[in-house]
């Protein structure tokens, strides 16, 4: 299986997977536009995508889903909360491309297997997603202000771990937002912070030279150097490093990342 983001933080998400036999977008939170140009940066046509796969009905999730999910005919995968959540932002969809699934059940999609696990996030009802073929496994989690056990217990063994790094605790703490909006990003329904994003992955790191791609970072409450170092810091403490253990970097926000997993990457 193949990743690439594409798209990454507040301005707009947009995650890419391929396996042997399948495409999918994960959330289009970009203008089409700039989504079909990203995707021309690593050479996918969009005719060639199988469908969209949608976490929630935040606009910087899903601001292009019906535009392309139209222009390409594409399959739109969201669960029923969110299929109404997000009515007015992608209009309307043919209904032979709606798929309606319930988060916490497994889909399989040719050789994908897709497993959705609830999140905790100021949304409707959002869903993250573990990908899976013959091969590798991919744990996608951003979105989320509290990770709970079963969770964790899904997304071990992955290959890739895509997690959010939303905040700096201190430069939220100290930053430009109304008191209200700070207590939003920092509750257990908004996202997670560099700190707790290293305590999750100190729980799922095997030391197997996993991958970890930082997500979501906030331009205002955070900074791609500073996010590296306080997990990197972090994970030491507790004696998985960085380097020797997993490796680690941050996805952009509108930039291709590397293509991860795929067979000439190693
Ligand atoms: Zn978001
Ligand atoms: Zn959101």
Known sequence: M????LASGSSGNC?????????????????GKKIENLLGEIQVDPKSLDGILVTHEH???????????????????ANENTWLAMEKTVKKIPKSQQVVFETGKDLEYKD????TI?????????TGFILQDKDTKI?????????????LEKMAHADLYYIEANHDEDLLRTGPYSFALKQRIASNRGHLSNHHAASILEKLLQKKKEHVLLGHLS?????????????RED???TNIHEGLDFTMEVAKPCEPSRIYLGKDQG
């Open 139 to 151: 744990a996608m989690l951003t979105d989320t202000g509290w990770v709970s056990t079963s969770m």
């Open 15 to 31: 995650q890419y997977i391929e396996t042997k036999e399948s495409r999918f977008l994960i959330d289009a939170g970009q203008t």
């Open 235 to 237: 994970l030491a403490r």
């Open 112 to 115: 994908l297997k897709i497993e």
């Open 2 to 5: 193949n990743f690439c983001s």
């Open 219 to 231: 331009t205002d409450n955070n900074d791609p150097l500073l996010a590296v170092r306080t997990i």
């Open 59 to 77: 606009f910087d999730h899903t601001s292009a889903v019906g535009v392309l999910a139209r222009r390409y005919g594409l399959k739109v995968f």
């Open 118 to 126: 609830p999140l905790f996030h100021d949304c409707v009802q959002g």
